[in-house]
């Protein structure tokens, strides 16, 4: 994903009232996912849990989740900012506030929350601020956007047992991941869902920090 846009603004977020003003209109939403053949959006199965992460470029972040056994669908969009369904490009303009994230519909019978901040803190560097690898902006930050008491306890819990991982590790950086309840879900242009199914060689600038997250090591379902 190409940064569109540079400068210092790029890593600053903006006042609420200095965000773009978006649009009533939602974005389409059609077809079914590109690798696993679940709608996008919901009504979902009963029993399904939803979650939301962001880290870094939404491309290859979705596809860490959909990848994982138990996962009935992901979708990419924007959250955690204060613009009515924005397009991308007002997402890279750093004017929205938002995020680029990913939203995993999950099977808690069969997958774990636990195991998903478990794929979320091994997957991408959560220590770099306002950006990931090469991607800098504050829609590559690292958040986590609970939808209940219980997600946000496992988030927090999760974040304090990677942190000692990470120092154990030799890791100085502090994480600097945000945490908070899951508002509104935008989706994402329908050329972004599942990109890095439909474009095989599309760029991904994911890179972990290589140190294994004690998080869901033993708290899959059996």
Same mark, same amino acid.
């Given at each position: ?12 977020m ?20 590109? %690798? ?30 959909w990848?994982?056994?138990? %996962? ?19 997402v890279c303009?750093?004017?929205?506030g938002h995020n ?19 794929a ?10 306002m ?9 590559y930050r ?14 927090l ?13 030799g ?22 869902q599942? *990109? ?6 599309? *760029? ?6 290589? %140190? ?11």
């Open positions: 994903m190409q940064m569109l846009f540079f400068g210092k603004h790029k890593t600053e903006p006042a609420p009232e200095d965000a773009l003003p978006g649009r009533s209109e939602k974005m389409p939403v059609s077809g079914s996912h590109y %690798v696993l053949g679940t709608p996008l959006a919901p009504p979902f199965p009963e029993g399904t849990e939803q979650a939301v992460f962001g880290m870094g470029c939404f491309w290859g972040a979705e596809r860490i989740f990848e994982l056994e138990g %996962v009935h669908t992901t979708a990419v969009g924007y959250a955690a900012g204060y613009t009515p369904n924005p397009s991308y490009e007002e303009s750093a004017k929205t680029e994230v990913v939203l995993v519909a999950f099977d808690p019978a069969k997958i774990s929350y636990d195991d998903l901040l478990r979320f803190w091994e997957g991408h560097d959560p220590t770099q601020g950006g990931q690898g090469n991607d800098v902006g504050t829609q690292s958040g986590i956007y609970t939808y209940s008491e219980a997600q946000r306890e496992a988030a819990v999760s974040r304090s047992s990677f942190a000692d991982a990470l120092r154990a590790a890791h100085s950086a502090e994480i600097t991941t945000e945490i908070e309840p899951a508002g509104e879900f935008f989706y994402a242009e329908g050329y972004h599942q *990109y890095l199914a439909k474009n095989p060689g599309g *760029y991904c600038g994911l890179g972990g920090t290589g %140190v294994s997250c004690p998080v869901g090591l033993t708290s899959a379902p059996s």
